[in-house]
């Protein structure tokens, strides 16, 4: 009666059935048929299985209230969820071209997994890219190119502290234990161990997959995890403890990460694994938070305190901060910190605007921060105006998988890279984007120990460690073709730009560089983000200057 009601009387004005409803008619019809063929052949059972099936869904399917377009079209409705659950895979596998970025291209990809496999990574016949397309980039070579000796480019961080560090330029960006499966974490270490480069531990503390024998940078983000107090905040002896270990090379303050600056993060309950909570020095079983800012500063000048205290506490070793840049005054009011304090970090890393992560939401990912490239040149600018630039070191990280990216970063003004996505890729991941639902399918990017435990330690630190060499091969050979002996000796004059009005132009004629110290001497007027911004910026404060809060207050502008 019920059935009745559904299909006539909730659309009173159709005396017949509605088109839409004909796979469910029809199944009905075929489950009827099929019982009345049992009477002859007992291989109707067959029909009557799949018919009832079909009836049974199509019937959950009108009595339920949550699905409208389910209700108006019973059983048919199911194709369009199935179609569409299988549209990322389908566009991956047959429409997308290989230099879509989604948000990398399958050349990208197809690039690191060859490095990793160390299959060839050459290509033949000539580029898909279009050269004359605007936003277009190349490297200049020279007719006068070199041979280097020793592809193992490095660069040394924190050289006047008691424990500098010499770090490869490509090195792992910060992934936490939470984020990452064990035994990804563990690939990328015993990788990061046999090709003498750096693992950043991400803000879930150092877990025992760390301690495979990787040079580790530790971070600390905002729930100070591995150093923490009951209530949240920093507990210092906690940290010198773990500082000091021999395989702790640097420690890094994150303000903020470039997929989702200025947002916090809850790991659910359900994911505190006893595991987990060991680890971080929280609970197990419940939520565990980390709040959008650190509980031990408040202000920048209170920042460099803190990253003293670091130091101190570490054993002399190169203290830095990671942050995706937001508002320019906030930047500025640290960098004058650093000048009124007479300290500065050992090293900044730049994290741009299309970096990625486990979990955030959409606007944060698509519209929130600087890209890596107006990052990085307001960093590096800053620092050279306000005289600090030779003595801090800039590290960068954005979407960089190629030796051309790392070529062309270095050139606006880094000193290293670091990876996140593309070690990943070395590690097997087929950039499902399944990070934050715990269904990983390459076992990298989960917590679910039966697809964890399928990724292989042995066979993906092998891959992990090639794709470190190969790509520093392929950065060496880029080098030697523009006939320089170090990527520290690439700058803005060695790349070139097509513009939307189809001419090319040198990074060096488009970046606007300040003068050394220009900053401390009161120029730099002609550059409108330091005139309007710069003279304003206080150390004591990161809150936005009291001229704009006039002006938002005033409407006038
Ligand atoms: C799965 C995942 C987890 C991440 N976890 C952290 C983290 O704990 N701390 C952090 O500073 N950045 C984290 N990031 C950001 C990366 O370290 C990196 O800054 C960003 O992804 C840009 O690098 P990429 O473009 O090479 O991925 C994470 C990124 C991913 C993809």
Redesign the pocket.
């Known amino acids: 009666m019920l059935l009745l009601e559904v299909l006539f009387l909730e659309e009173p004005c159709m005396s017949v059935l509605p088109v839409r409803f004909s796979t469910y008619a029809l199944s009905i019809a075929g489950l009827l048929i099929s019982l009345i063929g049992l009477a002859f052949d007992g291989l109707w059972w067959i029909g009557v299985g799949v018919f009832a099936a079909l009836v049974t869904l199509g019937t959950f399917d009108l009595l339920q209230r949550k699905r409208t377009v389910s209700r108006n079209y019973p059983i048919l409705a199911h194709m369009r969820y199935l179609l569409e659950s299988i549209g990322p895979e389908f566009r991956q596998y047959f429409i997308e071209a290989d230099t879509d970025q989604v948000p990398f291209s399958r050349e990208q990809r197809n690039l690191v997994y060859r490095r990793a496999k160390n299959d060839v990574d050459k290509k033949p016949f000539g580029s898909l890219h279009d050269m004359n397309a605007p936003g277009y980039e190349w490297m200049s070579p020279s007719l006068a190119p070199v041979h280097i000796t020793d592809q193992n480019f490095r660069i040394v961080i924190g050289e006047n502290r008691v424990q500098p560090y010499s770090a490869s330029v490509v090195n792992i960006?910060?992934?936490?234990f939470g984020?990452?499966s064990p035994n990804a974490l563990s690939a990328l270490n015993e990788g990061a161990r046999n090709g003498g480069f750096y693992h950043?531990t991400?803000?879930?503390a150092i877990s025992p997959y760390h301690l495979r024998g990787g040079d580790l940078v530790w971070?600390l983000?905002s729930g100070y995890f591995g150093c923490r107090r009951d209530d949240g905040g920093f507990d210092p002896e906690k940290f010198r403890r773990n500082a000091q270990r021999d395989e702790v090379k640097m420690i890094e303050i994150?303000l903020s990460?470039?997929?989702k600056p200025g947002h916090g993060g809850i790991l659910p309950a359900a994911k505190v694994t006893r595991e987990i909570a060991v680890t971080r020095g929280v609970p197990a079983g419940k939520d565990v938070v980390s709040p959008s800012c650190h509980s031990t500063f408040s202000t920048p000048r209170e920042m460099i305190g803190f990253i003293q205290t670091l130091r101190e506490l570490s054993g002399g070793k190169p203290v830095g901060i990671?942050l995706a840049i937001g508002h320019p005054w906030e930047w500025f009011a640290m960098v004058k910190a650093m000048r009124e304090e007479g300290d500065h970090p050992d090293y900044i890393v730049v994290?741009?605007g299309?970096?990625?992560?486990?979990a955030a939401p959409l606007e944060f990912i698509n519209r929130l921060g600087m890209p890596l490239d107006d990052a990085l040149n307001l960093v590096h600018n800053t620092l050279i105006g306000a005289g600090l630039r030779e003595q801090i070191r800039i590290g960068a990280?954005?979407?960089?998988i190629t030796a051309f990216d790392i070529c062309r970063t270095m050139a606006i003004g880094a000193d290293w890279v670091?990876?996140?996505?593309?070690f990943?890729f070395s590690l097997g991941c087929i950039q499902a984007q399944s990070?934050h639902n715990d269904r990983c399918p390459s076992g990298v990017?989960t917590q679910d120990p039966l697809r964890g435990k399928r990724l292989d330690i042995t066979d993906k630190s092998e891959r992990v460690e090639n794709f470190h060499t190969n790509t520093l091969h392929a950065l060496r050979e880029m080098l030697e073709a523009a006939g320089l002996q170090h990527p520290g000796e690439l700058g803005p004059e060695h790349i070139i730009r097509r513009l939307d009005n189809g001419s090319a132009r040198p990074y060096i004629s488009l970046l606007n560089r300040l003068k050394p110290n220009e900053l401390l001497e009161g120029g730099a007027t002609d550059h409108p983000i330091y005139r309007e911004f710069w003279e304003m910026a206080t150390a004591d404060s990161f809150s936005a200057p009291s001229e704009i809060v006039k002006l938002r207050a005033s409407k006038l502008v």
Do not use: F, H, V, Y
Request: glycine share 28%; with cysteine.
């Open positions: 960006s910060a992934m936490s984020a990452l950043t991400g803000e879930g971070q983000g994150k990460q470039g997929a990671k994290d741009g299309q970096g990625g992560t486990g990280s954005g979407k960089i670091n990876m996140a996505r593309g990943m990070c990017a």
